[in-house]
């Protein structure tokens, strides 16, 4: 059975960091892609961040250059640093992957950046 549980989110003023995590169970993690959704209200599920299993990362535009996503193997576990932090980053934000043909999200976890 494949789970992704996100942790880490919470209230955090514009300008702060908060670090996200996300642990897998019941894919081969180290060889799988990782990716970070954020879904603000009354908008789209957009993709914000990638990892690939040789570490290689992709960021969408609007987080390039304040956001980290990285991957810890070991325990099966992928990680997202938010730096800089701003308002409109306020979202519910999934962890997600694409494991024998199927796509796997988490429950995701809420992040709210007051101004």
């Known amino acids: 059975q494949v789970q992704l549980v996100e942790s880490g989110g919470g209230l955090v003023q514009a300008g702060g960091p908060l670090r996200l995590s996300c642990a897998a169970s019941?894919?081969?993690?180290?060889?799988?892609?990782m990716n970070w959704y954020r879904q603000a209200p009354g908008k789209q599920r957009e993709l914000i961040a990638a990892?690939?299993?040789?570490?290689?990362?992709n960021y969408a535009d609007s987080v390039k250059g304040r956001f980290t996503i990285s991957r810890d193997n070991a325990k099966n576990t992928v990680y997202l640093q938010m730096n800089s932090l701003k308002p409109e980053d306020t979202a519910v934000y999934y962890c997600?992957?694409?494991?024998?043909?199927?796509?796997?999200w988490g429950q995701g976890t809420q992040v709210t950046v007051s101004s």
């Open positions: 019941g894919i081969s993690f180290n060889t799988n892609v």
């Open positions: 990892i690939t299993s040789g570490g290689t990362t």
């Open positions: 997600n992957t694409l494991w024998l043909f199927r796509n796997y």
